[in-house]
């Protein structure tokens, strides 16, 4: 393990003191090069400390000061400095944040000022919760789910529950058209059925699971992490509190390798920065048709002159195709974000 010593008096975290009255703006070859400090990923946040899984460890950490108001979320893979021990009582440094390949944003009804925030990086699938009955499926939040993973390169992944209480088929018979990949299971108290499918699908992925309040999602994460359901009703190790009393998103470690990402409290992920053509393009026959569509297309179904219309025509795959694309455009284009207004 690589220690590193960042004590105040270590001359590369000096951070000049701006001068009364100007403001200063620190020359690039004052910046610390922080390239060799390791890189470890982001589990939990809370109100300025961050949990991080760093090799073997888990290091708590603060947010260093250059970084002024940079978001750092769970799935974030940042460089730290500091004490990286993970020994209680250390708190590292996080001084840097790599790219995300993904990012998910928190809608603004359920961010607090009513702005879209960034809430899970580096997802690569969206597990979608949702129950065959009780309580009874919401397609058209499903739908919003699907905009945020399509537009965002996370895929989705449909997980209808409770089979044993009414089937599938209805629900999962609505998505057909986007060749969505679904699994269903069901749970008697004892026994599972499809438990298997989807510790596989699962299995490697950085995995955010969404899904309203009541659809299985604790059962289902107890079942996949055993130790999830010990820790749920302790004290969470970061904030001290429940964790159940936070809001914020959490990265539980699954056994075969990768993670599950539970966003509890969200209801939905904001779709306001959500882009038409990144929504096309996780859509590749329909956005390679849509290159004949005139400029400024919007490919809505009262566009006359959409190429997609022509496309589609008397091949009902194509059909049913372009009808859920345009549902999740719609879902796009209708989505309240309250901050818009007047934009
Ligand atoms: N019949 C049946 N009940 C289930 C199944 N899976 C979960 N349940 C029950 O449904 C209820 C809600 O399950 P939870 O796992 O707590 O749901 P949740 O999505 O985590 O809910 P929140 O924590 O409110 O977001 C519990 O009483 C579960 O025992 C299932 O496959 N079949
Ligand atoms: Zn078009």
Redesign the pocket.
Known sequence: MVRRDIGTDDPRVRVRRGRKGKKSRRRSKDRVDYSDAPIGQVIAVDRGRYRVRLGEVDVRAVKARELGRHAIVVGDRVRLVGDLSGRADTLARLVEVTPRSTELTRSAEDTPGGREKPMVANADLMVI?T?CA?PPPRPRMIDRCLVAAYAGGISPLLVA?????APAAPLLDQFTGLGLPSLV?????EA?EGLEGLSEAVRGHTCVLV????????????ALIPEAARRTGEVNAVTGRGR?TSTGAVALELPGGGWLIDT?GIRSFGLAHVEIDDLLAAFADLAEAANQCPRRCSHTADEVECALDAWARGDARREARLDSFRRLLETKLSAAEPWQVGH
């Open positions: 919760v129950a009780d529950t409770k089979a044993d209480l299971t069901s749970f008697d108290g599972w899904g309203h309040s009541g659809v299985g999602k604790s059962t289902l994460t107890n159940h509890p």
